[in-house]
Structures are given as C-alpha cells and as structure tokens.
C-alpha cells in the first residue's frame, strides 16, 4: 500500500459512514489520482478549470469530479458537460451561466451555494442575507436546468476551534432550514485538512481533503 492510499484508508476508517471524502488532488500529478482510485476513491476535487479537464480528460470516466474553486462564468462551458458537483457558486450571475449551458448541453448540473462564513475577507461566498434572498427566490423555476444540492463553506484559517466551531455552525443552521423548502438539498460540504473533525461534529457530511491525502502542494 502506497502512503497516498494509506492516507485514504485512515481518513475513512475515521469519519462517520455518511460523510463522504472528496480527495482534493489539485497541483498533484495524474499518478497520485490512479493510487487513489486503486483503492476505491473515486471523488476528486480541482480548483482549476484547466487543470480538471486536463485530468478528466486523461484519467478513467468513473471519476466524480468536483469543482471546488472560484469559478469564472465564462469558464462554465468548459466543465458542465462532465461536472458531477460544482463547489463553488457564489453569485447569481454564475448560476445563470451554468443554467444556460446547461440547457445547451441536455444536462441538469449539480451546484452548492457558497457561503462566505470566514472572518476574513479573501474568501468567496454569498454572506447570510444574501443566500437567504437568493434562497428565498425560488431558484427552482428561475434555473430549471440546475440543481441545487446544499451549501459550502470554508471557516477562517486559524487555530480557535471555537471560532471555526461556530462558523460551520453558522452554515448548517442555514443548511437545515431551507432543507424543507429544497428537495435536492442534501450536501453541506464543510471541511479540510485542518478542520474536517470539527465540520463533521457542526453538521458537515461531505469533506474536501487534500494536503492530508497527497502531502504538501508544490505551486511551482
Ligand atoms: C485546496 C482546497 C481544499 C483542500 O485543502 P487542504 O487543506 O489541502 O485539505 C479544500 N477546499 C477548497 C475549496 C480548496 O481550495
């Protein structure tokens, strides 16, 4: 067993039977993603548009792949005919976009709306009026050709567990009031590396891991 698959193995025996692991293989080359799938992993998580179909492109259909990153709506087009989820919506724009291609390409797309939960200003997201305006907005009728499947969110980078306790907190509150209203809202993806033990305890069922499975990122 290499060490990736080793990585793989104890964050599953770890995690509830209900939290699903997205490995996150971004910068990592292709042969770090088929030690993976030696074993079973078959959800993997890109933050790149290029850098996904590059590897979907070269790598076994079976993969599930998600986008996890800031998306571009003009690269929607790129990635709608394969996507399995899309991580990162963080503006209505964007939804309109995937929408449209969507249409286009005779697929209904799988989305999560992204909260900006983090007391930081760097990350993406819509803050708690605007996701409840949105979701108020019967997003149903409005982009027929998506489905909304639940939230995301990244807690600030900081070593307070109590502050990353209640901004994931913040997130499913949300999460399971409009559960009643969405039949498709089944995914609160919460969670990484440094952080996935307590998303899971706030209510998380879906983590994206990446320097945990595949070591350090080399952006070079
Ligand atoms: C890179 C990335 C991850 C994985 O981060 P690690 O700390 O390496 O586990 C998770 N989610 C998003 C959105 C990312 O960009």
């Known amino acids: 067993m290499t060490e990736i698959q080793e990585n793989i193995q104890k964050i599953i025996a770890e995690i509830p039977s209900h939290v699903q692991l997205v490995a996150v293989s971004k910068t990592h080359p292709n042969q770090a993603i088929i030690e993976a799938l030696e074993i079973n992993q078959f959800h993997f998580g890109e933050n790149k548009v290029q850098e996904l179909t590059q590897k979907a492109e070269s790598l076994p259909k079976k993969i599930f792949w998600h986008m996890i990153g800031h998306l571009q709506s003009n690269k929607v087009k790129y990635i709608v005919d394969f996507v399995h989820l899309v991580h990162g919506v963080d503006k209505e724009k964007l939804l309109k976009e995937i929408d449209k291609r969507a249409d286009q390409n005779h ?114």
């Open 107 to 220: 697929k209904k797309v799988n989305i999560l709306l992204q909260m900006h939960i983090a007391k930081e200003d760097t990350k993406f997201g819509f803050d708690t009026t605007e996701i409840r305006a949105l979701l108020d907005s019967d997003l149903a009728n409005k982009y027929p050709n998506v489905i909304v499947k639940g939230l995301m969110g990244m807690a600030t980078f900081t070593e307070n567990k109590l502050q990353i306790a209640a901004e994931f907190k913040e997130l499913h509150k949300i999460f399971e009031q409009y559960k009643t209203y969405y039949p498709n809202f089944d995914t609160l993806s919460m969670g990484m590396s440094n952080d996935y033990k307590i998303a899971i305890d706030e209510g998380s069922n879906l983590i994206r891991v990446g320097s945990n499975i595949f070591g350090n990122r080399n952006y070079n």
